[in-house]
Structure formats: C-alpha cells, structure tokens
C-alpha cells in the first residue's frame, strides 16, 4: 500500500488487507493477553497492532479522498 506508483485501487486494496492481518494479529494477542498468558515481553504487542490498524485506516481514508477529488 505504500508503494506510490502503484494505482490507488492498488493500494488501498493492499491497505485494506494489511488491516485485516493487524486485526487478526491484535486478536490472538489480545485474547493471550486477557488469558494471562501472554508472556511479559510481549505485553506492548496488542498496542502495536491497535497502532497499525489505525495507521491502516487512515491510509485507506487519505487514498479515497484524493480518489474523490
């Protein structure tokens, strides 16, 4: 997705799946987490995912507005 010489339909695609992969990823650590089973060096992971899936979002949010322009 952030290859910009890559089409816009491209990337928000490749945006969008990255998204998807994050919020699986943020899931399993989420749910190890809650378990207390997640081991201590891994306590910042389910933040990093939150972090990625919105970075992800905003992506796709700046891509459509300079689509609809």
Known sequence: ??????????????????RES???GETIFSTLRDH?????????EPQKFTDLIIRCRQAVQE???????
């Open 1 to 18: 997705g952030a290859d910009k010489s890559k089409p816009a339909a491209q990337r928000t695609e490749a945006w969008s799946e990255a």
């Open 63 to 69: 891509l459509s507005a300079h689509t609809d322009r």
């Open 36 to 44: 207390g089973t997640l081991p201590p060096a891994d306590t910042g």
């Open 22 to 24: 994050y919020e699986k």
